[in-house]
């Protein structure tokens, strides 16, 4: 199966999880409860053209070009094995975003239930865990990257986010636009 299609499967079966604990009578908690409008399996309804909005329960924040190049970068190196090279992005860790919304900055217990779906203005969508994005938990760096070798990303969006520590970039999004929080049961 092509990536794409694995990471859709992905997505509808933690969609589907949900819906069958909703049909059962276990909703999510009202904090957790995504947007309207944000809901899982629609493209990134609301979200403007270069504008990344991310959202927890009922807390969000949107960024752009120049409300991100304001906040604090991190520069890293990492290998892309599409196209065969180390590259270096620049950008702001994800963390930073996600505690912006109020996502627990040291996670522990019932915060270790969170996950994320980060979704291209293609439409497509990768999930993380909080423990994966959280530098607290997780050695490898997840940050929303900016510039690609010291020039903007203008080919692929002004946003990508890029997992560094990964063997393959099959979960970094070109052209991100969404970032949701949601929780598993």
Known sequence: MRKRELAAILVLGVCAGALAGQARGQSQPAAMTPMSGMEMGHAAAGVAAGVLKVTFGEKSAEWT????????????????????????????????????????????????????????????????????????????????????????????????????GEKRPARWVRNLVAVRVLAAE
Do not use: C, I, W
């Not at 963390?95 to 915060?111: C, F, I």
């Open 65 to 164: 070009q120049a409300t991100l190049a304001a906040l604090p970068h991190t520069t890293l190196t990492a290998y892309n094995a599409h196209v065969k090279a180390n590259q270096t992005y620049t950008g702001v860790l994800l963390m930073s975003l996600l505690a912006a919304v109020g996502v627990p900055e040291k996670p522990h217990g019932n915060d270790l239930r969170l996950y994320l779906v980060a979704e291209g203005a293609d439409g497509y969508k990768a999930v993380y865990s909080l423990a994966e994005v959280n530098p607290e938990l997780h050695e490898g760096t997840v940050f929303v990257a900016d510039t690609l070798d010291g020039t903007s990303l203008a080919g692929s969006g002004p946003f990508q986010l890029v997992a560094a």
